[in-house]
């Protein structure tokens, strides 16, 4: 079982917004923080924002500063990425992650993955 499930990836238009999701699927990740990953063909996975289990401390690619938002319900185990004033080159497949690590910016120090949501920016 994928222990936590992305949502809400599609096809907009440069300068369109999109909402993902991701919840938790048979467990809880309510004191993990959680992140999100992006992966485009032919690049390797970089890291795009992440937000502390506790405080909301939050922390940006500077691709995506001033135009993403993370955010997380814990009551609803979910956490979101509002992606807004988006570019071709957001065009990837996104990944949301878990881990017990306060803050962690490196994909190795996330234990729980999600299995990643398309999104594609035409020009």
């Known amino acids: 079982q994928v222990p936590l499930v992305e949502s809400g990836g599609g096809l907009v238009q440069a300068g369109g917004s999109l909402r993902l999701s991701c919840a938790a699927s048979?467990?809880?990740?309510?004191?993990?923080?959680r992140g999100w990953f992006r992966q485009a063909p032919g690049s390797e996975r970089e890291f795009v924002a992440l937000?502390?289990?506790?405080?909301?401390?939050?922390s940006y690619a500077d691709s995506v500063k001033g135009r993403f938002t993370i955010s997380r319900d814990n009551a609803r185990d979910t956490v979101y990425l509002q992606m807004n004033s988006l570019k071709p080159e957001d065009t990837a497949v996104y990944y949301c992650?878990?881990?017990?690590?306060?803050?962690?910016?490196?994909?190795?120090?996330?234990?729980?993955w999600g299995q990643g949501t398309q999104v594609t920016v035409s020009s």
């Open positions: 048979g467990r809880t990740f309510r004191s993990y923080a």
């Open positions: 992650a878990a881990s017990p690590i306060r803050i962690p910016t490196k994909g190795d120090e996330y234990t729980y």
């Open positions: 937000i502390s289990w506790s405080v909301g401390f939050t």
